[in-house]
């Protein structure tokens, strides 16, 4: 699977955040995304530590996953029970709808988007720096 990323902002150097707004633009920054089914999406990378403090995302559930995902990442899906699958999908889903900017997801469209776009927006948030705390969730290769 094959994206395409391309920063929408360029990053201020370190050095030079000198106000309070050039720290908030470099942390609002986006990266546009091409996903399988050819949609170009555009994503803002989350902090869990963040959405978690303020009630978006669940611990429990992000910590009831992360078997889930090394069970997958390793290919035992004989291991995975659909209850674990399900709560994995959901902190995924709920990852999207917090993440996708353009064009805006909700929780009542976000189950419309195709599987393997998701899946692509989700490694894509893993992928980046911001996205350590999901290192389980990558496939070991």
């Keep these: 699977m094959n994206t395409k990323t391309a920063k929408t902002k360029e990053p201020i150097a370190t050095e030079s955040i000198t106000t309070l707004k050039q720290w908030t633009e470099l ?3 986006t990266d ?3 996903l399988p089914s050819g949609a170009i999406v555009k994503v803002k990378m989350l902090n869990l530590l963040e959405e ?3 009630g ?3 611990l429990t559930l992000v910590n009831d996953t992360m078997d889930t995902a090394k069970n997958l990442s390793a290919a035992k899906l004989n291991n995975i029970k659909e209850e674990e699958l399900k709560n994995m999908m959901e902190l995924v889903n709920r990852m999207i709808v917090l993440a996708v900017v353009e064009p805006k997801v909700t929780e009542s469209n976000v189950k419309s ?4 776009d998701r899946v ?3 490694e894509h948030l893993n992928k980046v720096p911001g996205g350590e705390v999901l290192k389980p969730f990558r ?3």
Excluded: L, M
Aim: aromatic share 4%; charged share 25%.
């Design 113 to 116: 988007i195709p599987i393997n």
């Design 27 to 29: 942390s609002n920054k």
């Design 52 to 54: 978690a403090s303020a």
């Design 120 to 122: 692509a927006i989700f």
């Design 139 to 141: 496939k070991k290769r």
């Design 56 to 58: 978006h995302i669940s």
């Design 32 to 34: 546009t995304i091409e």
